[in-house]
C-alpha cells in the first residue's frame, strides 16, 4: 500500500554561516508512534525541531505533514496544521492555577478567545464552555485533576513537566514534539511521566516525536529511536538495538 507516513523530513540541511549544524538528515514518523530523537550535546536536535516546525527554513531538504509540503511555512500555520512543539523553556504561567494554564494554552492556540471578549453571543459562549470541558479533560488525562486549581508555583517538578505537556495538548496537536521534556526529574518521577506520554498515543495524539537525555526515558517510551551525531544521522532503530549499537555508545562516550 501507499500509506503515507505522518511526518517525513528528507535530506534536512542547515548550516549557520559557516557551520553544519545538520546535514543531509532523512526521517519520518508513523501514525501511532513514539519516536525518540536522541544525541549527544550540540548534535543538532534542537536544529531539527526549528526545521521541522518552521523556526528554521532549512538550508536544504523538504519537509511533508499530512501529505503537506510545509518547509518554510511560518510556525503559527504549522501548529494549526496539527505540529505542535515545546521548548526547552517552560511555557506555564507560575500564577495561573493548572486549569487556567491549560484554559490560556487553548486560548493562545486559537482565535475564538479575542472574539469572545468583544461579540459574547451564544455560539462564543458555546465554544467557552467547550473550552473549558477540554481544558479539564486535558488535566484529567495528565493525571493532574486532584491539582486542577493549584496554582502552579505550588507543584512539585513531576507535577510541573505533566502541565507543560498538557499546555501542548490545548493545541490540539496531532503530531505533538517534545524538546527535554523531563528535565530535572528523578527516576521515579520520569517513570510516571513516560506512563502519562504513553496513554496520549491515540486519545490525545496521533504520534510523539520526543528529545530526551534522560535514557531510560526516552528508551522505556519510544516505539523507535532515531539518534544524531555532528548533524547526521548516527543510527535508527528499536530501542532495544540502539542499547547494543557500538557507535551509538562511543559516540556518547565523545570517540566518534
Ligand atoms: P543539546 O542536546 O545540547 O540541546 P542539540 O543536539 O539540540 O544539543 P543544537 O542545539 O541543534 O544541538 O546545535 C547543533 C549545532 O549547531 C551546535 O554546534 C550549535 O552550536 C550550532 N547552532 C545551533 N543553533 C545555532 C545558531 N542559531 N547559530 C549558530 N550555530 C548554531
Redesign the pocket.
Known sequence: TDRQPLLRADDLTMT?GG?T?VKDFSFHIEPGEIVGLI?P???????CFNMLTGFYAPSNGRVRFKGQDITNRKPHAIARLGLVRSFQKTNVMKRLTVFENVLTGHYMASRQSLLATFFPGEAVRRAEREARESAAAIVETMGLAQRMNAPAHLLSCGELRLLEVAVALAAKPSLLMLDEPAAGLNSHEAGTFGAVLKTLIGRSIDALLIVEHNMDLVMSVSDRIVV?NFGRKLAEGRPAEIIENRQVAEAYLGKA
Open positions: 549557520f557551520i549544524a544525541g550535546n550540540g548534535a543538532g536536535k534542537t536544529t544524531l
